[in-house]
Nanobody
C-alpha cells in the first residue's frame, strides 16, 4: 500500500505563485511516475504534470512555461512549482503515483492523494 500526503494548496491572486508538495510512503517500486492532476466540478480530472523515476517530464499544454515539476528520488517527494497563476488554474490538485513491477501485473498499480484546493482569485 502507498500513501500520498499533499501540502501547499491555498488561495493566491492572479499572477501569483504557489508550490505543492507530495510525499509518498509505503511500498514503492523503483519504476514509478509521480505527478499532479487537477479537477474542477463537472469536469474530468486532467493531467497537470508528471515526472518518472528516470526523469522523463510531461506537462499539460496549458501549464507549460508556468509550472515546474521536480522530485526527490530518495524521499519519493514530488514538488509542483506553480507561477503566473491564472483564474483557470483554480481546481483541486491531486497527487498521483503509478508503479510498475512484474508482481503488480500488466497495468501496475496506482494511487491518489486526497487532493488540495488551489484557488486563484482577486
Amino acid at each position: 500500500q502507498v500513501q500520498l500526503m499533499e501540502s501547499g494548496g491555498g488561495s493566491v491572486q492572479p499572477g501569483g505563485s504557489l508550490t505543492l508538495s507530495c510525499a509518498a510512503s509505503g511500498k514503492i517500486f523503483s519504476t514509478n511516475t509521480l505527478g499532479w492532476y487537477r479537477q474542477v466540478p463537472g469536469k474530468e480530472r486532467e493531467l497537470v504534470a508528471t515526472i518518472s523515476s528516470t526523469g522523463i517530464i510531461t506537462y499539460a499544454d496549458s501549464v507549460k512555461g508556468r509550472f515546474f515539476i521536480s522530485r526527490d528520488g530518495a524521499r519519493y517527494t514530488v514538488i509542483l512549482e506553480m507561477n503566473s497563476l491564472k483564474y483557470e488554474d483554480t481546481a483541486v490538485y491531486y497527487c498521483h503515483c503509478q508503479m510498475w513491477a512484474p508482481s503488480l501485473g500488466r497495468n501496475g498499480a496506482d494511487y491518489w492523494g486526497q487532493g488540495t484546493q488551489v484557488t486563484v482569485s482577486s
